[in-house]
T-cell receptor, first 117, second 116 residues
Framework: AQTVTQSQPEMSVQEAETVTLSCTYD???????LFWYKQPPSRQMILVIR??????QNATENRFSVNFQKAAKSFSLKISDSQLGDTAMYFC??????????????FGKGTHLIIQP | GAVVSQHPSWVICKSGTSVKIECRSL??????MFWYRQFPKQSLMLMAT?????????EQGVEKDKFLINHASLTLSTLTVTSAHPEDSSFYIC????????????FGQGTRLTVV
């Protein structure tokens, strides 16, 4: 079974600053995907960014980028030019991709990110 | 985009009764749906995988007789909490994929269940 660890229960930064959320995972599989999801107070899960394990290039989506270190099983999220709307819970998630099919997601415990004005 | 709708958004039921939660994919067909449970200020825990036309696959520790899952069509999966008790109170979230090979999951808005 795989595990996902987020060691920062809460982080707070000033608006426009850059913040990095950490995530480590443990798995014996080779074919998998990693995700960062955002959960605002509305509780709607929103996909922030996705990384295929077989790709060495780090994924980027506008102000969001990841630092994927496969050997270290590390998958951190960097948010540049943080905005008030980025305030939310952020979950790191792992997904196996076995037999041509995707499994359900294994989530970390989450990091509550607060962007201060 | 792909939209997944859950109904109801919140429900209060009496202890011992059953409650059904619906998860619908509105603009795509979903061969696979997933049900998660989220306790207050905690993470999402996968409960079961629902495949259209076949029995659901439950995660270890999830009581299949208490949490009945039905995926009778390509756009609808239901979770029925049977003989609910206060400890079943939680936030339940579904997600759907277009097919098993598709890695993007679309989430419903969740259902807050309170058992009194």
């Amino acid at each position: 079974a795989q595990t996902v660890t987020q060691s920062q229960p809460e982080m707070s930064v000033q608006e426009a600053e850059t913040v990095t959320l950490s995530c480590t995972y443990d798995t014996s599989e080779n074919n998998y995907y990693l995700f960062w999801y955002k959960q605002p107070p509305s509780r709607q899960m929103i996909l922030v960014i996705r990384q295929e394990a077989y790709k060495q290039q780090n994924a980027t989506e506008n102000r969001f980028s990841v630092n994927f270190q496969k050997a270290a099983k590390s998958f951190s999220l960097k948010i540049s030019d943080s905005q008030l709307g980025d305030t939310a819970m952020y979950f790191c998630a792992f997904m196996n991709f076995l037999g041509g099919g995707a499994d359900g997601l294994t989530f970390g415990k989450g990091t509550h990110l607060i962007i201060q004005p | 985009g792909a939209v997944v709708s859950q109904h109801p958004s919140w429900v209060i039921c009496k202890s011992g009764t059953s409650v059904k939660i619906e998860c619908r994919s509105l603009d795509f067909q979903a061969t696979t749906m997933f049900w998660y449970r989220q306790f207050p200020k905690q993470s999402l825990m996968l409960m079961a995988t629902s495949n259209e036309g076949s029995k659901a696959t439950y995660e270890q520790g999830v009581e299949k007789d208490k949490f009945l899952i039905n995926h009778a069509s390509l756009t609808l999966s239901t979770l029925t909490v049977t003989s609910a008790h206060p400890e079943d109170s939680s936030f339940y979230i579904c997600s759907a994929r277009k097919d098993r090979a598709n890695t993007e999951a679309f989430f419903g808005q969740g259902t807050r269940l309170t058992v009194v």
